[in-house]
């Protein structure tokens, strides 16, 4: 995901849950100063480390596409004993 499509779905999902959770604060009868300051706040935070984690996470290294195949070799490939190869088991 490229940077401008996740700062745009995360600024449409702050923006829900910032919208949700002033009304919901609002028809629990809190006060609508305290309302919007508490949910902003909350929000902005849960953006912020959502973000971080985004970031982290786009930090790993990533295997490349051989180096998985090569992983995946069948194990008679590398000179070891493969399934049908078990003694007991006819060919």
């Known amino acids: 995901m490229q940077v401008s499509e996740r700062g745009v779905l995360a600024g449409l999902g702050l ?8 009304v919901g604060a609002a ?4 006060r609508v100063t305290q309302a919007l300051t508490q949910v ?14 985004v ?3 786009g930090l790993r290294t990533t295997g490349t596409l ?3 195949l090569k992983d995946r070799q069948p194990q008679h490939a590398r000179g070891g004993r493969g399934r049908d ?3 007991g088991l006819a060919s």
């Open 66 to 68: 051989l180096s998985a």
């Open 15 to 22: 923006l829900w849950g910032w919208a949700i959770g002033v």
């Open 27 to 30: 028809a629990l009868g809190a």
């Open 55 to 57: 970031v982290l996470l």
């Open 85 to 87: 190869d078990r003694p």
């Open 40 to 53: 902003t706040a909350h929000a902005l935070l849960v953006a912020l480390g959502a973000s971080v984690i």
